[in-house]
């Protein structure tokens, strides 16, 4: 991590003023018509508000928008991350800590673009958030796209976070270079088969890794500014999971080996199983010190040392609850 004050300008500012981020919403716009926003590539119309596996239509489903002070400490800071927690998924974890939103079945309000727009602003003018932090934005980004059209005249200035699954399409991603200021991908499996069985995610390998190799070359390492707030790069997220089932060790090789050794890392300790996952015996229980400490190994072998390691006893504090009032983390 470095400082460096030249990027604050932010570049979605230039896409405004050149008029190339309002082509990039109206194209990810008509896309809607026959959705392949994700690696899904569902086909449906979601202009006319038919379902596709996300289960989103035109309209944004928003379960919670608040400062967020759980997240990385660049993110987080002071003032607070601006959350933005979208409704609904393309994946389906059956150990999934928000599945009272990612479901769809909990608390959320349906807002058009200008909406989504106001949000930001709020964000940033009221609240004060140090960025934008989009949670589970993929099947929503041409609607989050046409909101930053609308909220950069309105004075919008701080940076655009992707915090992502990362199953997106790389013909998505490449109409947010530019627009993205920082991505926060979850490197969560390296095996397909554990990826179909628990995230109902099909050739996840073959669409994350390419996915985070693509973000990577958008953004680079982390930038911080001079008081540690992070204004751009990558933070690439992994979530232990008992039994060995994230496959963290090939998934760090591969991050080592394909993309760099000064990739900033947040490694999370706080799998507890949530949801579906006190059914399913591999997942049903918390790691164990000697498989967190395993981790802590491969890293340091691997000479990944540049990021967050969580503690061990991290999960009581992570859960959220969206039913709760005005916000889903309890501080
Ligand atoms: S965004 Fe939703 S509807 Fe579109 S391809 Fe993905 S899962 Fe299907």
Redesign the pocket.
């Known amino acids: 991590m470095k400082n460096d004050r030249a990027v604050l300008k932010r570049r979605y500012q230039s896409l405004y003023a050149s008029g190339e981020l309002q082509k990039r919403a109206e194209s990810l716009i008509k896309r809607l018509g026959a959705?392949?926003?994700?690696?899904?590539?569902?086909g449906?119309n979601?202009l006319e508000d038919n379902d596709?596996?996300?289960k989103?239509g035109r309209l944004v489903s928003v379960a919670n928008h608040c400062a967020h002070h759980g997240e990385e400490p660049v993110l987080s800071g002071a003032g607070g991350s601006g959350t933005i927690f979208f409704s609904g998924c393309?994946l389906r974890c059956v150990y999934c800590q928000n599945s009272q939103i990612s479901q769809g079945h909990g608390p959320y309000e349906q807002v058009d673009s200008r909406g989504l727009a106001q949000m930001m602003l709020y964000l940033q003018e009221e609240l004060h958030c140090h960025n934008i932090n989009l949670v589970s934005p993929?099947?929503y980004v041409p609607q989050v796209v046409e909101a930053i059209c609308q909220a950069v005249p309105l004075g919008l200035n701080i940076p655009i976070v992707y915090n992502t699954n990362a199953y997106d399409s790389l013909k998505t991603l490449s109409l947010l270079d530019g627009i993205v200021d920082i991505y926060l991908p979850d490197i969560k499996y390296a095996s397909d088969k554990w990826a179909k069985r628990f995230s109902d995610a099909r050739k996840y390998v073959g669409y994350s890794r390419p996915a985070i190799a693509e973000m990577y070359r958008q953004v680079g390492n982390l930038i911080t500014d001079d008081n540690g707030i992070a204004q751009r790069g990558m933070i690439l997220r992994h979530l232990i999971l008992p039994n060995r089932l994230a496959g963290s060790e090939d998934s760090l090789k591969w991050v080592a080996a394909t993309l760099s050794r000064d990739v900033t890392l947040s490694i999370m300790a706080q799998y507890y199983p949530c949801h579906h996952a006190p059914d399913e015996p591999l997942l049903a229980r918390r790691i164990t010190a000697d498989e967190y400490r395993e981790v802590v190994d491969i890293m340091n072998n691997l000479g990944l040392d540049n990021g967050w390691l969580q503690q061990l006893d991290s999960a009581d504090h992570y859960l959220p609850d969206f039913r709760r009032e005005g916000h889903p983390f309890s501080r």
């Open positions: 959705c392949d926003i994700c690696p899904r590539s569902c449906v979601r596709g596996y996300c989103s393309n993929t099947h």
